[in-house]
C-alpha cells in the first residue's frame, strides 16, 4: 500500500503465529469503526477535532467559478441522497433542467449517476460534467429526458460547437459493457454530440501494472537492463501517460475551443475522478494551491463518491476491488510538478504525505465510500481530518518556488506528454527503501535555500535595529 516492508525476527513459532494472526486481524478490520482513526488522538493536541472538516463548501467553490448563472442552476434534488445514494446531496444542472427531467435520466445512467456540473471556467464558459454510462444494451434503447439532458448541457455556454462525450474507457470495454446491459451514447440518439473513446484501462490492469512496477522497484540488486524492461513492461508510465492526455484533451476544449465536455467511464468514479481533477488542476490556478487541491479532492473525489476504502483496502472484503486509482491521480500531478515547479504552492512532500495518510486510516477523511455513508458514521464528530493536520503543519508543505497565478488565461498548463518527458517516481516507489535512500528534490532543497536566506535576511535586519545611530555598516564592516 505505502511501499514500506518490515521484518521480524521471532525465535519461537508460537510467538510468530500469534503476531502472524494479530497482525492479519488488525490490518484488515471487518468494521469500519475499528479503523484506527475512530481511535487515535494526537499526543499533543495540536488541532481539535473540527478543524479541517470545513474546507469545502460547495456553495462558495461554485460561487468562485461563477455559478449559479444564466446557465447553470443548484437543483436540491439530491439533497437528502435520494436521487442517487452515491452522489453528493448539491448537484447542478442546466438552468433549464427541471428536477423531474433528472428522475428520468436517473433511471437510465448506471447506479443513477446522472449528467451533472462538476468544473465551469468563467472565461470561455465552456463546462466540464461528469456522469456514469447510460443503459443503452444492445437493444439500443434510449431515453428522452437523458437525451434532453445532454442537450441541454451541450447549449449551456454561448458556444455553438457540438458537446465532446468523453467515455476514457478503451471502446472494446464499451461494447462489452453493451452486451451486458449498459454502454455508450449513441450519436445518432444524442444531438449536438462528438463521442470520443479514449482507452484507460480498468482497476484490474491497473492493480497488475503496480505490482510488476513493484517487483523491479523493490529489487536493489537488479540489473538496469532488466529494470528499464520491467519497467516497460509494467506498463504503468504508458498509463499515466495516457491518463494526462486525456485530462489535456478536456482541458483544451474548455479552455481553448470553448467546449462543453461530458466525462464518464463505467461507474464514473475512477477514470472521471482523474481526469475531470486533473483537467481542472490543468485549467485553474487555484487548484493548484493547497487549499484549492483540498477542495479539488472533496469535490471530484470524496464528493462524487471515489471508493476510497474499497480501492485502498481499509477493510477486509473484496480483493479485486482494490485498485491505485488515486495513486495514479497523484504521479499525474507529481509529473505536472516536476514540469511547472513554480506553478504549484505545495511540494513533493504534500503529495507523499496525502498518499501515506489515504492508507494510514488515521484520519477520517478518506474512510468510507461515498459522502452518504461518511455522514452516516459522523466521521467530523467521531475523527480528526488530514485536513486539519495540514493546516497545523502548512509551512511543511509549501512550495518556496510558487508564483501564484491569478488569471485563468496565464494560468493554463499545457504540458509536453512525450514519452520522454513522463518520469519514474523514485521519491514515492523507493521512499521507505533503505538501500536506495530517496534524495532530497531539486525543488525542496531550492526551498530550502531560500528559506534559510530570507531567515538570514531577518536576522540582519534585527541586528541593523540594534545598531546605535553612531555607527554605520559599509561594506560589511561596522564604522563609527
Known amino acids: 500500500k505505502t511501499f514500506q516492508s518490515f521484518t521480524f525476527i521471532i525465535p519461537k513459532d508460537r510467538e510468530c503465529q500469534d503476531v502472524y494472526v494479530t497482525l492479519s486481524h488488525f490490518s484488515k478490520p471487518e468494521k469500519i469503526s475499528d479503523l484506527y482513526a475512530f481511535h487515535y488522538v494526537p499526543q499533543l493536541k495540536k488541532f481539535s477535532r473540527d478543524s479541517g472538516w470545513s474546507v469545502f463548501d ?263 476491488e482494490v485498485s491505485p486509482v488515486f495513486l495514479q491521480f497523484l504521479d499525474a500531478v507529481w509529473q505536472l510538478q516536476r514540469q511547472f515547479p513554480c ?9 507523499l504525505d496525502l498518499h501515506s495518510h489515504v492508507y494510514s486510516c488515521q484520519y477520517g477523511t478518506f474512510l468510507g465510500t461515498n459522502e452518504k455513508q461518511r455522514a452516516e458514521l459522523k466521521l467530523s464528530e467521531k475523527t480528526y481530518s488530514f485536513w486539519g493536520h495540514v493546516w497545523e503543519n502548512i509551512n511543511d508543505y509549501l512550495n518556496a518556488l510558487h508564483k501564484p497565478m491569478s488569471e485563468f488565461s496565464e494560468g493554463m498548463l499545457t504540458p509536453d506528454l512525450s514519452p520522454q518527458c513522463i518520469e519514474y517516481w523514485r521519491g514515492m516507489y523507493n521512499q521507505h527503501d533503505g538501500l536506495l535512500l530517496a534524495r532530497e528534490s531539486w525543488m525542496d532543497r531550492v526551498g530550502e535555500i531560500l528559506r534559510e536566506n530570507e531567515n538570514r535576511r531577518k536576522e540582519k535586519r534585527i541586528i541593523e535595529q540594534e545598531i546605535p545611530p553612531t555607527l554605520s555598516i559599509h561594506d560589511g564592516l561596522l564604522l563609527a
Not at 444564466?70 to 453528493?88: I, M
Not at 443503459?135 to 458556444?159: C, F
Not at 475531470?276 to 479532492?297: E, K, M, N, W
Not at 506553478?343 to 503529495?351: P, R, V
Request: net charge positive; glycine share 6%.
Open 58 to 320: 460547495h456553495s462558495r467553490e461554485f460561487l468562485r467559478m461563477g455559478v449559479p448563472n444564466e446557465h447553470w442552476r443548484y437543483s436540491a434534488a439530491n439533497e437528502n441522497f435520494e436521487l442517487c445514494s452515491t452522489y453528493p446531496n448539491w448537484l447542478y444542472t442546466p438552468t433549464s433542467a427541471s428536477d423531474k427531467l433528472l428522475e428520468g435520466s436517473a433511471k437510465f445512467r448506471s447506479r443513477a449517476r446522472i449528467p451533472v456540473l462538476t468544473y465551469y471556467h468563467p472565461e470561455t464558459q465552456a463546462s466540464i460534467c461528469r456522469s456514469s454510462q447510460p443503459l443503452v444494451g444492445i437493444n439500443q434503447r434510449r431515453s428522452s429526458e437523458d437525451e434532453k439532458l445532454l442537450l441541454l448541457m451541450a447549449e449551456a455556454g454561448p458556444s455553438d460547437a457540438n458537446m465532446y462525450v468523453v467515455d476514457t474507457r478503451p471502446r472494446i470495454n464499451a461494447l462489452a459493457n453493451k452486451a451486458a446491459g449498459k454502454g455508450y451514447e449513441s450519436e445518432g440518439s444524442y444531438e449536438k454530440m462528438d463521442l470520443k473513446f479514449i482507452g484507460i484501462q480498468n482497476i484490474h490492469v491497473m492493480r497488475e501494472s503496480l505490482q510488476k512496477l513493484m517487483e523491479v522497484a523493490s529489487n536493489p540488486n537488479i540489473a538496469m537492463s532488466d529494470f528499464l524492461t520491467g519497467l516497460a513492461g509494467s506498463g504503468w508510465l504508458k498509463h499515466i501517460k495516457k491518463i494526462l492526455e486525456t485530462s489535456l484533451f478536456i482541458a483544451k476544449a474548455v479552455g481553448k475551443e470553448a467546449r462543453n465536455v461530458l466525462v464518464h467511464c463505467s461507474d464514473g468514479w475512477d477514470r472521471t475522478a482523474q481526469t475531470c481533477s486533473l483537467a481542472s488542476l490543468l485549467l485553474d490556478p487555484y487548484y493548484r494551491t493547497i487549499h484549492g487541491f483540498q477542495v479539488l479532492i472533496c469535490k471530484e473525489w470524496l464528493g462524487f463518491g471515489h471508493k476510497f476504502s474499497d480501492r485502498c483496502g481499509h477493510l477486509g472484503d473484496d480483493p479485486r
Open 343 to 351: 506553478s504549484f504552492q505545495f511540494g513533493e512532500k504534500f503529495l
